[in-house]
């Protein structure tokens, strides 16, 4: 079926990947009906509901912290060989432990993609996250 073939494709995406700024994969079921990943615990939730549904305010060095550690994971990505695309940054991929702690998580749209491919058939991701040259049709 297609969802065991699509977790299969986000488990190989990213078990090997180990980086403070990633969700810790530990392992997976792959047998129907009991399909699920299984990644370390991150109590403090994503960070869209802590500022959509919890309307916390975060410090600017909260802030400030947060996005060095995406950033820094963003990097780790890219630094791979093939490079990693996570496509599909978001809030909701975002999630907090119990120190306030920012990971990145959701790995199902990532692809490694070599320097001379740089073009996609499909974009993937989330439309409202996408940067604008995405759309663009000229560029495909």
Excluded: W
Aim: aromatic fraction near 6%; charge should be positive; proline fraction near 5%.
């Amino acid at each position: 079926e297609q969802i065991v073939k699509d977790l299969v494709r986000e488990v190989e995406s990213f078990r090997h990947l180990d980086h403070p700024g990633l969700v810790r994969f530990l392992g997976a079921c792959l047998e129907l009906p009991h399909l699920c990943l299984v990644t370390e615990y991150m109590p403090g939730g994503n960070l869209h509901q802590l500022l959509h549904v919890r309307k916390v305010r975060l410090s600017r060095g909260q802030r400030l912290r947060m996005a060095i550690q995406l950033t820094d994971a963003v990097a780790y990505l890219h630094a791979q060989n093939p490079v990693i695309v996570h496509r599909d940054l978001k809030t909701m991929n975002v999630v907090l432990d119990r120190e306030m702690n920012a990971k990145l998580c959701d790995f199902g749209l990532t692809e490694p993609m070599e320097f001379t491919h740089i073009t996609r058939k499909s974009n993937g991701g989330s439309p409202r996250y996408m940067a604008p040259e995405l759309f663009d049709e000229r560029l495909r």
